[in-house]
């Protein structure tokens, strides 16, 4: 909370927290954040009079909300100036991996899929909402930018191992081939239980730039963003609009057409 105040009063007009803001800690492979019904969470009530208070739109990058089936949803929000929630995304892709032998992760053992993506209106822009791992599935971003986003928002908790190798070229990238903006809080230091996140929230333009880079520092970072360059850069380059449809051959097929 001290930090959005400070950005608030830094002249904030939308704030980004990164993927389980209201805590997290692991247990062998399983990730544990604070759980608690949507309707009684205190992460969402707090920033619902957060927003409201300071006149400031929010993004609740995720937090671990109870689902039907005993296990949770990793949710995120986007919360209005006037404390109202706009909308919702359940995380899709679940981080399922074993990064080395000491490093296993199954999200999926506690968290139920999300099945569903929207685009925004939001503080003037058309914005849509992933979440960490969702970073590497690129029809995600694509689908989103071609229903409309202006910029993406992927509040992570990346892990250091896979940040230091991956975190920048991947959201650079998504920003180029969707000609949209990319926000992306990302959480920091060390995770009760073992692990660490990455860090380096990142805020970049339409054509791959960084405008911002929070390093591995707690601390906010802040960018003035123009949205007309989403369209600029779009007209320049509208592969938005030149996807074509195409058949996969299979290897049986190919080695037949090589014995012709």
């Not at 619902?48 to 689902?67: C, D, E, H, K, R």
């Not at 970072?221 to 779009?234: E, G, H, K, N, P």
Request: with cysteine.
């Amino acid at each position: 909370m001290p930090l959005a105040e400070a950005a608030a009063k830094a002249g904030a007009e939308f704030i980004f927290l990164p993927e389980y803001c209201g805590g997290l800690a692991s247990e062998g492979a399983a990730l544990r954040p604070p759980v608690a019904q949507e309707k009684d969470h205190p992460m969402l009530r707090v920033f619902q009079a957060f927003a409201q208070n300071y006149q400031v739109w929010v993004m609740l990058g995720s937090i671990a909300v109870t689902a039907p089936d005993a296990k949770i949803l990793n949710r995120g929000y986007i919360i209005d100036s006037a404390g109202n929630v706009q909308s919702h995304y359940d995380k899709i892709h679940l981080f399922d991996v074993e990064i080395s032998e000491q490093e296993v992760y199954r999200e999926s053992a506690h968290v139920t899929p999300g099945a569903a993506v929207q685009v925004t209106p939001a503080c003037g822009m058309q914005l849509g909402h992933t979440i960490c791992y969702d970073l590497r599935f690129p029809k995600l971003f694509r689908d989103l930018a071609q229903a409309g986003a202006e910029a993406i928002a992927v509040p992570a908790a990346f892990v250091k191992k896979t940040g230091q190798a991956h975190w920048h070229v991947l959201n650079r990238a998504r920003a180029i081939e969707n000609g949209c903006f990319i926000i992306a809080p990302c959480a920091v230091g060390p995770i009760p239980g073992g692990g660490e996140s990455y860090g380096h929230s990142l805020i970049i333009d339409p054509w791959g730039r960084v405008l911002a880079d929070g390093g591995e520092d707690q601390g906010f970072i802040q960018a003035t963003i123009d949205l007309s360059q989403a369209r600029r850069v779009r007209s320049k380059i509208p592969s938005l609009t030149h996807d074509r449809a195409y058949s996969l051959q299979s290897a049986e097929m190919t080695e037949r057409y090589q014995d012709l």
